[in-house]
């Protein structure tokens, strides 16, 4: 297993506090997502409130990555987690206060989803300069089981909160966990940038170099498209969990922490799969990563039409895991190819195709589903991508 990123003191440090800001992040999409269902019953909102919360990444992504390659990197990440964290204590006072509807629950998400459009590129540049260069592969590894084990525990912890105790006791314990991580942000120390360039640059010019980079890359390019069809039909279908959870299962806010705690484990499977093989394998092939992709599609269409509560748990666990190592894979072949100077920018578009196709994803199928009921809108949207799938496949081969 590639633990060399594990040697340096910072990095362990900063796992440490982060895992306790992506608990936060999990327990408070639980929550929030029952919220919504709660208000509503709605699918569509619930769809709605997923892309309110991805939406400012797929806009302003970008420009936040231009920026975090300009400014120092542990401020942007204390001032990002500083704001998510007084938005929750915002929440949670409201809820606590009797004053929360949807249009002010759809505030909330905004705002949270800009601070986290904000974070994205500066905890995927953060991280990889708190080790050396040659160690970047381990910390993406690592930084994604990290993610993935909170996704086990996060919804797990949220579910049983609101179950046990209400909302107000989840929205509370997301306020506490971010202090932690913005401690422990205090004290890191990073190596220097390897190219201070886009300091120099104007701000449009910046912007439009790392765009050029990103389309002149082959290998980048077909890892975000591989990276599009996953976050969009996949991970669109787990963005609306709730539905499944109570709309056809009738399980509440404990089966919805049960069906996102499959997802975390899913995911968690799928990280450590990939840290534990060798290199070659680890860093995959498109072949690799398109029969990952084609089993997560058959494996979404199929959790439309079952009707056993273990089989939707292991469905919704296997399309996690292997999502989950197609975003590693692609993610760890577009970090390898780029130098920190310009990090911020390549991975603030990686971040665009992945989250926003997912929002994305989320809103349409969330949409469909209350027109022609989930079980059918998942069917439909596993065999359509799978076409798109074997389409790219066949053009692959003949280039």
């Not at 039909?233 to 299962?249: K, M, N």
């Not at 997912?358 to 989930?374: K, P």
């Amino acid at each position: 297993m590639n633990l060399s990123s594990l040697k340096s003191r910072n990095f362990r440090l900063y796992l440490t506090g982060n895992l306790f800001a992506v608990n936060a992040f999990w327990i408070s999409r639980v929550a929030v997502g029952w919220i919504a269902w709660d208000l509503t019953g709605s699918a569509s909102f619930v769809g709605l409130i997923s892309l309110a919360y991805f939406l400012p990444t797929l806009v302003a992504g970008p420009i936040f990555g231009v920026v975090t390659d300009r400014v120092n990197v542990r401020h942007a990440a204390m001032i990002t987690q500083s704001a998510l964290f007084v938005l929750s204590l915002l929440l949670f006072a409201i809820h606590a206060a009797g004053f929360l509807d949807e249009l002010q629950l759809a505030a909330f998400v905004a705002m949270s989803g800009l601070a986290m459009a904000a974070h994205g590129p500066v905890r995927m540049s953060l991280a990889p300069r708190l080790v050396r260069r040659d160690r970047v592969a381990s910390v993406v590894n690592i930084v994604a089981i990290n993610f993935n084990l909170a996704r086990l525990t996060g919804p797990a912890i949220g579910g049983w909160l609101i179950a046990e105790y209400g909302v107000g006791a989840a929205l509370g314990t997301v306020a506490f966990c971010y202090v932690p991580f913005l401690a422990t942000l205090s004290v890191l120390r990073m190596r220097e940038r390897d190219d201070a360039r886009a300091r120099l640059l104007p701000f449009r010019a910046a912007l439009m170099e790392g765009l050029r980079h990103v389309l002149a890359n082959a290998v980048i390019r077909q890892a975000l498209f591989l990276t599009v069809l996953g976050s969009f039909f996949v991970h669109g279908a787990l963005e609306i969990l709730p539905v499944l959870a109570d709309g056809v299962f009738a399980r509440g806010a404990a089966g919805l922490g049960m069906l996102t705690s499959a997802a975390g484990l899913g995911a968690l499977v799928g990280g450590l799969v990939l840290a534990l093989a060798p290199a070659p394998a680890a860093s995959g092939g498109t072949a690799g990563v398109q029969v990952l992709g084609a089993a997560s599609l058959v494996a979404t269409g199929t959790l439309g039409t079952v009707t056993s509560w273990p089989m939707a748990l292991f469905l919704v666990a296997f399309m996690a895991c292997c999502v989950t190592a197609i975003g590693i894979i692609c993610q760890s072949r577009i970090q390898m190819d780029i130098d920190d100077g310009i990090r911020g920018r390549a991975m603030s578009l990686w971040a665009v195709v992945a989250i926003g196709s997912a929002a994305a994803g989320a809103s349409v199928q969330g949409a469909m589903s209350d027109l022609i009921g989930v079980e059918r809108t998942l069917p439909i949207f596993a065999m359509g991508a799978l076409a798109v799938l074997v389409a790219f496949a066949l053009r692959a081969r003949r280039t």
